[in-house]
């Protein structure tokens, strides 16, 4: 549904947005270029930077997003078959075959079609907070709070307003900070710098090749939602998340049972970080593949313990398979 409200938001701002605390919601336009970098302080002592590159094009009901400078591309068309197609070219390891090309889809179902994916937040709900230096440049920030069950949520977007009224804002700088009510502290945190803002693009980028055979992601079926598309879960302003939801199976299928309420909120944090670093290593196309295991949900000082301190990819790698 958010997919939707976002291009709402984008047709909205071309027209008379309403003045939010005397000011209108910046307008990103209807197509538009930017690079970007994913940052996830909280995964590892150095945490993870991703480079991407999002192409988005509102009226022609497609994008395109690269992840780690075109290792991995994926195109999101909503013209194709009845609902729509996510295509992804992407580098696959196994214990067969290394840095394979490989090309998958996801199809969109009447419930939940495919519609573009945009690099930013769907702004419905924020708030002008202040002004605020960003780089070098005075930008305006825009505010988020979102609460559900212990999750407080606090999304920000820093954004320079244009001189002329009819030319799209510039996006420099995005932040999410989560914090649990019931452990009483920040457990969640990334960060989006934003480059290149370009309000147009070339048509022949949202085509992907045409000579691959396009297949369905592997198992498990309830990550491919997060293969297809891993930036939809980073720009929602959603307190939870597709990666949230998945700690459910996680749990069933590890047969997990807390003592309280709290160590369960630990565990799920724990599992959030964890998959994140997966999902973003392996995107990286290296020479090696990480899988979701029954170390998911430990902390970093618990896993070292358990494998006399030494952690490798080997060890968190999907043994159950």
């Not at 997003?65 to 609902?83: A, E, M, P, Q």
């Not at 307003?161 to 457990?187: I, Q």
């Not at 055979?213 to 980073?234: K, M, R, S, V, W």
């Amino acid at each position: 549904m958010w997919r939707l409200l976002a291009g709402f938001v984008l047709l909205l701002c071309a027209a008379d947005a309403t003045p939010v605390g005397g000011r209108t919601v910046p307008c990103f336009g209807k197509m538009y270029h930017v690079k970007g970098e994913l940052s996830l302080p909280f995964s590892g002592d150095s945490g993870i930077k991703e480079p991407f590159e999002v192409w988005y094009d509102l009226e022609g009901n497609r994008s395109r997003i690269d992840y780690h400078n075109g290792t991995v591309r994926t195109f999101l068309i909503g013209k194709d078959s009845d609902y729509g197609v996510i295509y992804q070219i992407t580098p696959v390891t196994t214990e067969t075959e290394i840095q394979a090309v490989k090309c998958f889809q996801l199809k969109g179902t009447k419930e939940d079609p495919i519609r573009p994916q945009s690099a930013l937040p769907d702004l419905q709900g924020f708030e002008f907070e202040k002004m605020e230096d960003c780089a070098g440049v005075q930008c305006e920030v825009w505010k988020k709070v979102t609460q559900a069950g212990h999750k407080k949520n606090t999304y920000r977007l820093w954004v320079k307003r244009p001189e002329g009224s009819d030319s799209p804002a510039v996006p420099y700088h995005f932040e999410m900070e989560g914090f649990n009510t019931l452990l009483e502290s920040h457990k969640d945190k990334y960060m989006i710098d934003y480059s290149d803002f370009s309000s147009q693009t070339e048509s022949d980028i949202f085509t992907p090749p045409g000579a691959m055979t396009c297949h369905e992601f592997p198992d498990p079926p309830e990550e491919h939602q997060i293969l297809a598309n891993p930036l939809q879960d980073y720009v929602s302003t959603s307190p939870v998340s597709h990666a949230h939801r998945l700690f459910g199976p996680f749990k069933e299928k590890f047969q997990r049972k807390y003592e309280s309420e709290k160590e369960h909120e630990e565990r799920e944090s724990y599992f959030l970080h964890t998959f994140r670093h997966v999902h973003s290593t392996n995107r990286a196309g290296l020479t090696y593949s990480l899988g979701i295991n029954h170390f998911a949900d430990r902390s970093e000082a618990e896993m070292a313990r358990m494998t006399g301190g030494l952690i490798i990819p080997d060890q968190i790698k999907d043994d159950t398979k």
